[in-house]
């Protein structure tokens, strides 16, 4: 019994084998970074995700169609406009003045199309009396060889000489008159409205008339005037920019995304983003279209090649416009051309996914408050 003691003594001074902390770090890790691939691999299929969106819209420049000095302006820099508002005014009066010469030469084209006209008339007038004559005269060189032939006495040689020198003439006065008509109906081309020079000078006076209206520069849209820097006395010039117009009818954004992203993406897709102007706000919109194609590396072909090197074992991955469509009522006063966008898209089928990226593009949106 003496001994019992002796052995629970060396069973008790045994060491405990314990479970080491750093494998447990080391499997939740492991795990850890295996969730990530495999999220980072669904989610760029499932729920594809870009920060390099960038507003976009139609800009313009307001050019006027005509040459003047600027002699009244209606706008300033970043002034919202409305469609047809009038921007700037050119000097009229040398356009009145040209619309005027212009009036002045339609009514004396009108003239002289009608002397014209009157030329034409009094030219068939005069070939109508030429073939009475040419018709009178034949019938008396007929009647003269008649007689000459039935009674040789009874007529001289005079009087059919007479008869055939009458004739001639009547010959000629028509081919003349014939052409005196002709030549007045070229000078007169077609008669009334539809005559070129009468149409000509319309059209002179129709042209006038624009360029008067030209001189009063209007919007094209509704929008707002960017880039703006004139001032009274400003001359401008015909297809020079006088101010940048940008256009709030249509904004969209256009999200830079990885080609990889695009394999589920279709037109219609749901998709959610952050602006940079409003932090912590998260905004709805559609996937517009999918780009087809991006300008590939631009080729020298009078140079030798230049390969380039490839940096990393993987190779940067191309990416492609995807244009998406805003809410412009939601987004009034906050769309800037130009602006960053953190987009992500829901292609639909794993909730688990979606639910994840609704809190990413949400912790992106809390983070412009740190940009």
Same mark, same amino acid.
């Given at each position: 019994?003496?001994?019992?003691?002796?052995?629970?003594?060396?069973?008790?001074?045994?060491?405990?084998?314990? #479970? /080491?902390? @750093?494998?447990?770090?080391?499997?939740? +890790?492991?795990?850890?970074?295996? *969730?990530? $691939?495999?999220? =980072?691999?669904?989610?760029?299929?499932?729920?594809?995700?870009?920060?390099?969106?960038?507003?976009?819209?139609?800009?313009?420049?307001?050019?006027?169609?005509?040459?003047?000095?600027?002699?009244?302006?209606?706008? %300033?820099?970043?002034?919202?406009?409305?469609?047809?508002?009038? *921007?700037?005014? !050119?000097?009229?009066?040398?356009?009145?003045?040209?619309?005027?010469?212009?009036?002045?030469?339609?009514?004396?084209?009108?003239?002289?199309? %009608?002397?014209?006209?009157?030329? @034409?008339?009094?030219?068939?007038?005069? *070939?109508?009396?030429? #073939?009475?004559? +040419?018709?009178?005269?034949?019938?008396?060189?007929?009647?003269?060889?008649?007689?000459?032939?039935?009674?040789?006495?009874? &007529?001289? &040689?005079?009087?059919?000489?007479?008869?055939?020198?009458? +004739? /001639?003439?009547?010959?000629?006065?028509?081919?003349?008159?014939?052409?005196?008509?002709? #030549?007045?109906?070229?000078? *007169?081309?077609?008669?009334?409205?539809?005559?070129?020079?009468?149409?000509?000078?319309?059209?002179? &006076?129709? #042209?006038?008339?624009?360029?008067?209206?030209?001189?009063?520069?209007?919007?094209?849209?509704?929008?707002?005037?960017?880039?703006?820097?004139?001032?009274?006395?400003?001359?401008?010039?015909?297809?020079?920019?006088?101010?940048?117009?940008?256009?709030?009818?249509?904004?969209?954004?256009?999200?830079?995304?990885?080609?990889?992203?695009?394999?589920?993406?279709?037109?219609?897709?749901?998709?959610?983003? /952050?602006?940079?102007?409003?932090?912590?706000?998260?905004?709805?919109?559609?996937?517009? /279209?999918?780009? =087809?194609?991006?300008?590939?590396?631009?080729?020298?072909?009078?140079? !030798?090649?230049?390969?380039?090197?490839?940096?990393?074992?993987?190779?940067?991955?191309?990416? $492609?416009?995807?244009?998406?469509?805003?809410?412009?009522?939601?987004?009034?006063? !906050?769309?800037?051309?130009?602006?960053?966008?953190?987009?992500?898209?829901?292609?639909?089928?794993? $909730?688990? !996914?979606?639910?994840?990226?609704?809190?990413?593009?949400?912790?992106?949106? =809390?983070?412009?408050?740190?940009?």
């Amino acid at each position: 019994m003496a001994t019992e003691p002796v052995e629970n003594q060396a069973e008790a001074e045994t060491p405990v084998k314990k #479970k /080491s902390p @750093v494998r447990k770090i080391t499997r939740i +890790l492991m795990l850890a970074i295996g *969730l990530m $691939f495999i999220w =980072y691999v669904l989610s760029d299929r499932f729920t594809p995700y870009t920060d390099q969106g960038i507003i976009q819209g139609v800009s313009i420049p307001i050019y006027p169609r005509v040459s003047g000095y600027v002699t009244d302006i209606r706008v %300033g820099l970043h002034a919202q406009v409305e469609e047809g508002d009038t *921007l700037f005014q !050119l000097d009229k009066r040398p356009f009145e003045l040209a619309v005027k010469q212009a009036e002045a030469n339609l009514e004396n084209t009108a003239q002289q199309v %009608g002397a014209q006209t009157a030329t @034409v008339k009094a030219a068939a007038g005069q *070939l109508g009396v030429a #073939k009475a004559q +040419l018709d009178r005269s034949q019938r008396n060189y007929d009647r003269v060889q008649q007689v000459f032939k039935e009674n040789p006495g009874a &007529l001289s &040689l005079a009087d059919r000489d007479r008869a055939e020198t009458s +004739l /001639s003439s009547s010959v000629e006065k028509v081919t003349a008159a014939e052409a005196n008509l002709e #030549k007045a109906q070229q000078q *007169l081309g077609i008669s009334g409205d539809e005559n070129a020079q009468f149409r000509a000078a319309l059209v002179a &006076l129709e #042209k006038a008339q624009l360029d008067l209206q030209f001189t009063t520069v209007l919007a094209p849209a509704t929008g707002a005037i960017e880039s703006f820097n004139i001032d009274m006395g400003y001359y401008s010039q015909a297809g020079q920019p006088m101010a940048m117009f940008v256009s709030s009818t249509d904004y969209w954004i256009e999200a830079g995304l990885k080609e990889n992203n695009l394999s589920r993406m279709t037109i219609g897709d749901e998709v959610e983003f /952050s602006l940079d102007i409003a932090p912590g706000h998260v905004f709805k919109g559609t996937v517009r /279209s999918i780009g =087809y194609g991006v300008q590939p590396a631009e080729i020298n072909r009078g140079a !030798l090649p230049d390969p380039k090197e490839q940096k990393g074992w993987l190779r940067d991955p191309q990416r $492609f416009p995807v244009i998406i469509d805003l809410n412009r009522e939601e987004l009034r006063g !906050l769309i800037r051309l130009g602006g960053q966008a953190d987009v992500v898209v829901y292609t639909g089928g794993n $909730f688990i !996914l979606e639910g994840i990226a609704k809190l990413r593009i949400r912790g992106s949106a =809390y983070l412009s408050y740190l940009r």
